[in-house]
């Protein structure tokens, strides 16, 4: 059987992901694993689901043991720990073609157990306080987590979202997750449109919305925004956050043909105005609703107004577009373009 450098030279995508590695080069710095016996500690830490600890223990991979899997390791650890803090990233970690065997279905998870010392040292030199960063962090067992919740079984398929947390990037604040961000072309324009000053590559904040974590009560999100502002003014002190972001599902203006005007997510989506309404995505709501976008929307729960509205929505044949939105962060007033202009 091909190891696993050469089946993922032989497919297209990864194949351009590996180039990007060897190019790389070694790092200067070590890459370890802990232990086995130390290992469920740091798992429970980041929040990793008790059933998949044996399995992790058993995979860990050594470099006497499985030398191309240590290399993979090694590099991609690299690729992550050069980028620490800086918004502008390495190429995101792929989705391995099917040829790779199920023992490396929690391959990132291990990139991600070699970079935690490094993240941890990057929000120890911020001052960001531990627990922040603790929860940020164990976003990795919340994936696993909504992972066997879907396919019944251990795996992790969020490979490149967690790129963020363990680069610097991502803070958990309160029910939200915000994410030191850029702003893009088309909320650039939107916010210039709308009177106020913003450029294309001004700092942004993304937000994010963790599942498992319970009802998106409006009280909640005004307090996470608070502390984002508090935060980022504090942590972040050289970035000057003004725009908040949001590229979701929850911002489909067709959710309220069939949710009432109270529910969560209508109010979450009012804070916004609108960027542009983006191309259908029926994957996307498929996933935050079933699980999973392989579903058969015949037999899918029918128990929530949401998922009633999702199957009957794509049964008559209409699509989901989600949808990108943006405001100015509460406690922040952006100079209007004309004294930008002028100054
Ligand atoms: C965002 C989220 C917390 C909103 O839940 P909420 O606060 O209950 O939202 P609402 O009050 O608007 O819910 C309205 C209805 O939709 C249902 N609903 C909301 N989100 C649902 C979901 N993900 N799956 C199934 N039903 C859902 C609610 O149960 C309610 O139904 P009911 O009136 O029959 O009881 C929830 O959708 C969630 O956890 N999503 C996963 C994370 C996510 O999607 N993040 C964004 C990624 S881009």
Not at 83 to 98: D, I
Not at 116 to 127: C, N
Request: include cysteine; charged fraction near 20%.
């Amino acid at each position: 059987m091909p190891g696993i450098i050469e089946t993922l030279r032989a497919d297209d995508v990864t194949a351009s992901w590996i180039s990007y590695l060897d190019e790389l080069g070694p790092p200067s710095f070590d890459v370890d694993l802990p232990e086995p016996n130390a290992l469920p500690a740091v798992l429970r830490a980041l929040d990793v689901p008790d059933e998949d600890f044996a399995d992790l223990i058993t995979m860990l991979p050594s470099a006497e043991r499985d030398p191309d899997t240590w290399w993979l390791l090694t590099r991609a650890t690299h690729s992550l720990v050069r980028h620490m803090g800086t918004v502008k990233g390495p190429p995101e970690f792929p989705k391995f073609p099917t040829a790779v065997s199920g023992t490396h279905r929690f391959f990132f998870v291990y990139v991600y157990l070699a970079t935690l010392p490094y993240v941890q040292a990057y929000h120890r030199d911020r001052g960001i306080p531990a627990a922040i960063g603790r929860e940020s962090l164990a976003d990795l067992g919340r994936s696993m987590r909504e992972y066997r919740l879907a396919h019944g079984a251990g795996g992790f398929n969020d490979a490149a979202w967690l790129m963020f947390h363990f680069r610097g990037l991502l803070y958990h604040l309160g029910r939200l997750q915000f994410e030191r961000r850029r702003l893009g072309r088309r909320i650039a324009a939107a916010v210039a449109a709308a009177g106020l000053g913003g450029d294309t590559g001004d700092p942004a904040l993304g937000i994010h919305i963790p599942a498992l974590a319970g009802a998106l009560a409006p009280e909640a999100c005004d307090a996470s925004f608070v502390d984002a502002a508090g935060f980022f003014a504090r942590y972040f002190p050289d970035e000057r956050y003004e725009i908040v972001v949001c590229d979701s599902w929850l911002l489909d203006p067709q959710l309220a043909e069939y949710l009432p005007a109270t529910s969560n997510i209508i109010r979450f989506q009012r804070r916004f105005r609108a960027a542009v309404g983006p191309d259908p995505v029926d994957e996307w709501i498929l996933r935050f609703v079933f699980g999973r976008a392989d579903v058969d929307l015949d037999t899918v729960p029918q128990r929530t107004t949401l998922e009633r509205a999702v199957a009957s929505h794509l049964r008559a044949g209409r699509t989901w577009h989600g949808g990108l939105g943006w405001f100015v962060l509460p406690g922040r007033t952006p100079r209007a373009s004309t004294d930008l202009q002028s100054s």
